[in-house]
T-cell receptor, first 110, second 117 residues
C-alpha cells in the first residue's frame, strides 16, 4: 500500500464548477499537509499548507484535513480554465522529507 | 530574485553514457532536494543535501546514482551508465533550513527531462 493515495484522474469540469480533489494516507505520523499545482512542463508550486486537522481558505481555494479519517481535500470554487493543471497532495511527518501523491490531472473547460 | 535554476532543461543520452543534472537553489536557501517524476507515479524522493553534506539519500538507487552539493557551485545529480529506465523528469527543490521546509514548503525548479536512447 502506498503511503499516500491520490486518484490520477483526469477530472474534467465546466468553467465555474466546484472542484473537489482528495488524498488518503496511511501514516498517522503525518502532521503537515500541502497542495502543489503543476502546470505542464513546469515544476510544482505550493498552493496551500495546513498543519493538523481543520480548514484553511485562500481565495477560491479551501484545504481540509481530517486526521481521524486520514483524508485531505482541496476545493476550488468558481473554477477557471487557468486552473487546468495537475494537483499534488503532499505530506511531512515532522522532518524534512515530503511525500507526494501521484497527482490528479484537472481540466476546466471554457 | 531568480528561483531554483535547473539545467539543462532537456538531456538526451545514449545507454551507457553519464548524465549530469545541475541545480542552483533559490537565494537564501541552503537545503536542496532531488525528486524523480515518472508519468502517473508522482514525485519520488531521492536525496536531501545541505552544503557539503548528504543528509538523507534513502531514495537513491544503490548503484550508478550520486549527488553532491559543494561549498561553491550548484548541486549535481550524477547518473552513470544510464539505462532506458532512467528516463524521467528530475526535479530539484530548495528550502530555507528544515523548519522552513515545514513552514514554507519547497520551491521547485522547472526540472530536467532526461531521455535515454
Amino acid at each position: 500500500q502506498k503511503e499516500v493515495e491520490q486518484d490520477p484522474g483526469p477530472l474534467s469540469v465546466p468553467e465555474g464548477a466546484i472542484v473537489s480533489l482528495n488524498c488518503t494516507y496511511s501514516n498517522s505520523a503525518f502532521q503537515y499537509f500541502m497542495w502543489y499545482r503543476q502546470y505542464s512542463r513546469k515544476g510544482p508550486e505550493l498552493l496551500m499548507y495546513t498543519y493538523s486537522s481543520g480548514n484553511k481558505e485562500d481565495g477560491r481555494f479551501t484545504a481540509q484535513v481530517d486526521k481521524s479519517s486520514k483524508y485531505i481535500s482541496l476545493f476550488i470554487r468558481d473554477s477557471q480554465p487557468s486552473d487546468s493543471a495537475t494537483y499534488l497532495c503532499a505530506m511531512i511527518a515532522g522532518g524534512f522529507k515530503t511525500i507526494f501523491g501521484a497527482g490528479t490531472r484537472l481540466f476546466v473547460k471554457a | 530574485n531568480a528561483g531554483v535554476m535547473q539545467n539543462p532543461r532537456h538531456l538526451v543520452r545514449r545507454r551507457g553514457q553519464e548524465a549530469r543534472l545541475r541545480c542552483s537553489p533559490m537565494k537564501g536557501h541552503s537545503h536542496v532536494y532531488w525528486y524523480r517524476q515518472l508519468p502517473e507515479e508522482g514525485l519520488k524522493f531521492m536525496v536531501y543535501l545541505q552544503k557539503e553534506n548528504i543528509i538523507d539519500e534513502s531514495g537513491m538507487p544503490k548503484e550508478r546514482f550520486s549527488a553532491e552539493f559543494p561549498k561553491e557551485g550548484p548541486s549535481i545529480l550524477r547518473i552513470q551508465q544510464v539505462v532506458r529506465g532512467d528516463s524521467a523528469a528530475y526535479f530539484c527543490a530548495s528550502s530555507p533550513p528544515v523548519q522552513g521546509a515545514i513552514n514554507y514548503g519547497y520551491t521547485f525548479g522547472s526540472g530536467t527531462r532526461l531521455t535515454v536512447v
